[in-house]
């Protein structure tokens, strides 16, 4: 079954435990720290748009990519109502297009972690660089193996709400890196709930491995921190932030 469905109608709910100002005060912080002040901006995996607007009232022009229909209809909703100018396109990451180059492209909370074969992630990488500007950055995140494997790995999670509720069963296969999650979500509609179900797969990689497929995408790896600092990965980090840069484009007219 297709993620992104029925849960995207609850998503927002369920992620009000989000910081996301937090998040986008500090992607905003990492942007500007490479020289990145204003101009075109892609949010890779913009799911209903949060960082978007945020990254958009902050003066970037945005445009968001989401391979989930039903999450950009409801970040479509908050661009009517927030007036914001913001484009954004139902496509696949691992095959993107875009009408021209961009000055950095931002991937948060965990997209590039749904990307499941390493060859797959090389090539997100390359279509990146591709719509780079020379010099441009790539901003993203991704839970780590220490994450899936200790805090995510055979437990489960439930929480219920007011008109909606969910349980979130977690599997991981350490040999193979997947972490696959079955949700289970009972949606109020009128006097009734209804019972919907997706699953989810994440992939977990080693930060060796994305420096290496980095490097054969042609990008240049520039610094990996442990998320929300400006730290070094450590052992027991559960989400890490990852900086690319364009590289192959100077000199180019």
């Known amino acids: 079954m297709d993620a992104y469905t029925s849960f995207a109608r609850v998503y927002d709910t369920f992620m009000d435990n989000i910081p996301y100002e937090e998040w986008a005060s500090y992607v905003k912080e990492l ?6 002040n204003d101009g075109l901006v892609l949010d890779l995996g913009c799911g209903t748009g949060s960082l978007t607007e945020l990254l958009a009232k902050a003066g970037y022009d945005m445009i968001g990519v989401d391979s989930s229909e039903d999450m950009l209809e409801i970040a479509m909703e908050k661009q009517r ?9 139902l496509q696949d990451m691992r095959e993107f297009e875009l009408y021209g180059t961009v000055r950095a492209v931002v991937g948060i909370c965990d997209s590039l972690n749904y990307i499941l074969e390493y060859e797959e992630l090389v090539q997100v990488f390359r279509l990146v660089n591709n719509y ?91 610094a990996a921190y442990d998320a929300f600092t400006r730290d070094p990965m450590k052992e027991h980090s559960e989400r890490m932030y990852v900086i690319l840069r364009e590289k192959g484009k100077e000199g180019q007219e």
Not at 81 to 89: K, V
């Open 31 to 36: 942007l500007k720290g490479y020289g990145i």
């Open 81 to 89: 109502s927030s007036g914001l100018d913001i484009l954004y396109l």
């Open 132 to 222: 780079l500007d020379p010099g441009g950055v790539f901003i993203f995140d991704m839970n780590t193996e220490y994450k899936y494997r200790e805090i995510l790995g055979e437990n489960t999670f439930a929480e219920d709400r007011e008109d909606s509720s969910f349980i979130w069963d977690n599997f991981y296969d350490e040999d193979e890196r997947i972490n696959e999650y079955d949700l289970t979500l009972f949606i109020r509609e009128g006097e009734l709930y209804r019972k919907f179900q997706e699953t989810h797969y994440q992939r977990a990689y080693s930060l060796k491995e994305v420096e290496r497929a980095a490097a054969e995408a042609g990008m240049e790896f520039l």
